[in-house]
């Protein structure tokens, strides 16, 4: 199956404004998802939130199926929350830790997510340890093996750092944490909606990703999974009314399933727009985005590659929809606001982001160039001279 651009294009209002490659920050979001999201603020407005919620039920549980049937998991070990962060937060503080555990970590781990290590390190005397990169720039994972010891309680990796292309070897680093039954995180924000992402093949117990970026949902979206035989072993580090059920005086019960991870209050036009987004993801077919998206990137990638004085900052083995890359002479957010000015959009990534991969690596700060299904090779064309025509 290939992707029909002329109606990709035509379901994205944006694309006639803008020359949009920051789809790993936030995606230009299709027709169908700003109707719906939109529909529902109206009938908030015209019957009461709390009423539109009841009539709207079956839109809103349905991003419980979307998302399941996206990643290959049951509606019960999905959390809808309000973003990716979020999303990972609940699973990770969740998970109990005691002086000299180990969590085990990828080089190009979120900044997020590594404070969070170092705060959790901080309270509890468990430590943070990153496995090194292979030859080719990801996590190795004969390293990873090496490091395995009793002590080990985590293994918390990002599939598709957000500052470079490489797709991270979830499905090898799966099979050593499954073999060795250590619980393993995976930060799946930048790859769901852009790649075939699957936990079973995976073999993730806890995997977070959020709606706004190549889902092309609406912002303040994201969901946790959760393996359902691994819920047991996690305690939410937040609860309300909505994750357990007062049921005595001095008791409460924990729901069941994964919603244990999620809150009550939410925005339910944006929930309604993120189960519209993933099944428009699905209409067209993860394996036909993620075969143009990885297309399209790669016609970049040799684009810019052959314009004198830039340099690609990508690694790894299996690259993905985004471009990393800087111009000799021209500071990376000069280059953003210089194509700023004509109607391109990219975006830079920073130190703060990625710390150790971007020290390791001597870099300050690159231009993230990143494609989805829906640009053309017109854009990669145009936005290749416009890399040329900048002095
Ligand atoms: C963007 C990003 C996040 C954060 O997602 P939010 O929805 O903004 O919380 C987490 N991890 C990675 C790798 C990201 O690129």
Known sequence: MTIDLARARADTPGTEAVLHFNNAGMALTPRPVIDAVKEHLDLEA?????????RAEPAV???????????????????IVENATRAWDMAFYAMAFKPGDRILTAVSEYASNYIAFLQVARRTGAVVETVPNDAKGQLDVAALERMLDGRVKLIAMTHVPTNGGLVNPAEAVGRVARAAGIPYLLDACQSVGQLPV?????????????GRKYLRGPRGTGFLFVRSDFIDRLEPPFLDLHAAKWT????YELRTDARRFENWECNVAAKIG??????????WGMAAIGERVATLAQDLR?????IRGVVLRDLGETTCGIVTFTKEGMAPTAIKEALAGQHVNVTTSSRHSTMLDMTQRQLDMVVRASVHYYNSENEVDRFARAIAALA
């Open 248 to 251: 005595a005086p001095n008791r």
């Open 46 to 54: 015209r019957i009461g939130g709390y009423e539109a919620a009841d």
């Open 302 to 306: 040799d684009r810019l590659g052959a």
């Open 198 to 210: 699957d936990v079973g093949r995976i073999g993730c117990d806890m995997l977070s990703a959020t």
């Open 61 to 79: 549980e349905r991003v419980y199926d979307a998302t399941a049937e996206l990643i290959g998991a049951k509606r019960e070990e999905i959390a």
């Open 274 to 283: 993120l189960g519209v987004a993933i099944d428009y993801a699905l209409g």
